[in-house]
């Protein structure tokens, strides 16, 4: 059965500090891994990670893939309250193209 | 302004009464999918349509149906044998299915009262 764990699920930190967000996966014929930030409504797109070791990089935020021991990291540095929301994670099953989501990272940033 | 729209925002029904949810988007995408998102939960996939006229059962589909007649549209029908149908429903859109990133809708939060 097709399995994504991401932990911690809730998290509480201060502005400026830096956060790691883990999410390990069992998925049939595995295609890559998406990453998704969720305030109230609509996850918003973050990441695409499909090849393992390569970092992807989008302003404070970062993600990297092992396919060999089957986990992704997602790093926010210097953390912001607009950084609150919920981060999820979603790798790609293969031949039926669906998206297999966990249960998500709740961040809370203090001010 | 292109994107994904679903309507309405809040929906409140009678135990009993079906309801269709509507997903329309304007970006040309061929692939579209409905998600159900419980409090605490990640999104479980309800029903994916890949191309127009076709559709596929996600993991569950019981107590749900779609039509795709149109590119542009993925109506989704919560029908009176959904056993627990209060819930956030999600749609997104993939220029195709595969390794295409999937964009979501803003959702649709259904109450059952």
């Known amino acids: 059965e097709d399995k994504v764990v991401q932990s911690p699920l809730s998290l509480v930190v201060h502005e400026g500090d830096t956060v790691t967000l883990n999410c390990s996966y069992e998925?049939?014929?595995?295609?890559?891994l998406l990453w998704y930030k969720q305030e109230k409504k609509a996850p918003t797109f973050l990441f695409m990670l499909?090849?393992?070791?390569i970092e992807k990089k989008s302003g404070r935020l970062s993600s990297i893939l092992d396919k060999k021991e089957l986990f992704s990291i997602l790093n926010i540095t210097a953390t912001q309250t607009g950084d609150s929301a919920v981060y999820l994670c979603?790798?790609?099953?293969?031949?039926?193209?669906?998206?297999?989501f966990g249960k998500g990272t709740k961040l809370t940033v203090n001010p | 302004d292109g994107g994904i729209t679903q309507s309405p925002k809040y929906l409140f029904r009678k135990e009993g009464q079906n309801v269709t949810l509507s997903c329309e988007q304007n970006?040309?995408?061929?692939?579209m999918y409905w998600y159900r998102q419980d409090p605490g939960q990640g999104l479980r996939l309800i029903y994916y349509?890949?191309?127009?006229?076709?559709?596929q059962k996600g993991d569950i589909a019981e107590g749900y149906s779609v039509s795709r007649e149109k590119k542009e549209s993925f109506p989704l029908t919560v029908t009176s044998a959904q056993k627990n149908p209060t819930a956030f429903y999600l749609c997104?859109?993939?220029?195709?299915?595969?390794?295409?990133?999937?964009?979501f809708g803003p959702g649709t939060r259904l109450t059952v009262l």
């Open positions: 349509s890949q191309i127009v006229n076709d559709f």
């Open positions: 499909t090849s393992s070791g």
């Open positions: 979603a790798p790609t099953q293969g031949g039926s193209e669906k998206l297999v």
């Open positions: 998925v049939t014929n595995f295609r890559s």
């Open positions: 970006l040309n995408h061929d692939a």
């Open positions: 997104a859109s993939s220029i195709s299915g595969g390794l295409d990133t999937q964009y």
